[in-house]
């Protein structure tokens, strides 16, 4: 269930709208939000609601907070997972991070299908406007009906029935990983986020685009 403040956002960015236009204006202010990994909010329970106060979160709390505001449109949303590694190469790491992505084991990205006009559609709201200046594929222009770009180059889909579903498929996953390996992940996360806000610093954006 969406908390007390995911109905007062919910009410602040539709009000006034039709369907397709507050499915817009949603996309955009949750995509707006400034990505930031940070594992304790990337749960479906206070994900979304830490991520309006936070005003900065992950995949995971971004489409939690997406797939609630739908369906509080009556659109039917799927959580879809998308196994993946860091070490891409469009992505403008500076050395360092270059050097631990290589490292770091297989991530599991997280998306929402969402059922449009008698099909599913692909919504990705990951990365926010400035990161598209270091290589990420921001969407931009949602036109509220058509597939957006996925935000990783996948190694697989995984189609969730709910998102109980999906905090146990990564759960299990990661039951896999070494000692070495959340270190690693915890190192390059750290540098990740530090570097996404140099990013940022440098292009002047400002830290939440609501109002």
């Not at 949750?30 to 990994?37: E, G, L």
């Not at 995949?59 to 449109?73: A, D, N, R, Y």
Request: aromatic residues 10%.
């Amino acid at each position: 269930m969406a908390s007390d403040v995911v109905h007062k956002t919910f009410a602040e960015w539709t009000k006034g709208l039709t369907v397709g236009e507050a499915r817009i204006s949603i996309f955009n202010h949750i995509r707006d939000i400034p990505y930031s990994v940070i594992p304790e909010i990337r749960n479906p329970v206070n994900g979304p609601q830490e991520l309006l106060i936070r005003m900065e979160g992950s995949c995971s709390p971004k489409h939690f907070l997406l797939g609630q505001m739908l369906e509080m449109l009556q659109i039917p949303v799927k959580y879809v997972s998308y196994p993946f590694s860091w070490n891409v190469k469009r992505a403008a790491y500076p050395e360092e991070l270059r050097r631990l992505a290589e490292v770091v084991p297989v991530e599991y990205h997280l998306a929402c299908k969402v059922r449009i006009e008698s099909r599913w559609v692909l919504v990705d709201v990951t990365w926010d406007p400035p990161l598209s200046h270091v290589g990420f594929p921001v969407n931009d222009d949602w036109d509220g009906s058509g597939d957006t770009r996925l935000a990783v180059e996948p190694l697989g889909e995984i189609v969730h029935e709910n998102v109980q579903e999906r905090m146990s498929f990564v759960q299990g996953r990661k039951e896999s990983w070494t000692v070495e390996d959340h270190v690693r992940t915890t190192r390059f996360i750290e540098e990740l986020n530090e570097w996404l806000r140099k990013v940022r610093a440098e292009a002047n954006w400002p830290h939440s685009t609501l109002g």
